[in-house]
């Protein structure tokens, strides 16, 4: 069964002190991973598709990385508007022609100024 | 250009009520996603509508319905509310995807935040 686990369940930073998020996934076949901030009542925001291992992505103070198992979505330097919950979602090849998303239960960043 | 859209923002029902809750699509996209949010849980994929017909649905009952218009604007029908249907709804619109297609990402709305008392 397809299966993503996030950590840590939160994290708080102060400004400028940079760190990473992990997202593991199970899935019998990766068709693609997906990071989404979401803040609080509102609907999830896009970030980042990354398809295959090695693949990296950067956004302003967000960068995104892929291994056969793992995604980290490290942080540089953040500000206290990056604080939101992040998620991790996978999509499997077995979804066939849906492109159905499978989630985490975020991890909840908080940043003091 | 505007994106997914949903109403209402917030909607209050009693046990056993229904409710009906609508999104309209990003333009250019032509399917719609429907997933229930939980307080603290990440999303959970009710079911996805292209072409006017349910095309996958996930582990939820007959009492989730949905439909499409040929304008691609979709509701999400749920009957006999039971207190654990309380949860953020959200709507997420894409194209459909295919073994050529690069870009499939689903954009989402604001969400419909339905509390059921």
């Known amino acids: 069964e397809d299966q993503v686990t996030q950590s840590p369940e939160a994290l708080r930073l102060q400004e400028g002190e940079s760190s990473s998020l992990n997202c593991s996934y199970t899935v019998s076949g990766l068709r693609g991973l997906f990071w989404y901030r979401q803040d609080p009542g509102k609907g999830p925001e896009f970030l980042f598709t990354?398809?295959?291992a090695g693949e990296e992505k950067e956004k302003e103070r967000l960068k995104a990385t892929l291994t056969k198992k793992e995604s980290f979505l490290h942080i540089t330097a953040p500000k206290p508007e990056d604080s939101a919950t992040y998620l991790c979602?996978?999509?499997?090849?077995?979804?066939?022609?849906?492109?159905?998303?499978?989630f985490g239960t975020g991890t909840l960043l908080a940043v003091q100024p | 250009d505007a994106g997914v859209t949903q109403s209402p923002t917030h909607l209050i029902k009693t046990r056993g009520q229904q409710v009906t809750l609508r999104c309209s699509p990003k333009s250019g996209h032509d399917t719609v996603s429907w997933y229930q949010q939980a307080l603290g849980q990440g999303p959970q994929f009710i079911f996805q509508y292209y072409e006017e017909e349910e095309r996958q649905r996930g582990n939820f009952p007959d009492r989730f319905s949905g439909h499409q218009f040929p304008n691609y604007s979709s509701e999400l029908n749920v009957n006999a509310l039971l207190l654990g249907d309380s949860a953020l709804y959200l709507c997420?619109?894409?194209?459909?995807?295919?073994?050529?297609?690069?870009?499939?990402?689903?954009?989402f709305g604001p969400g419909t935040r339905l509390t059921v008392l």
């Open positions: 990354l398809y295959s």
């Open positions: 979602a996978v999509q499997d090849h077995r979804g066939g022609a849906t492109n159905k998303l499978i």
């Open positions: 997420a619109s894409s194209l459909i995807f295919t073994s050529s297609s690069s870009t499939d990402t689903q954009y």
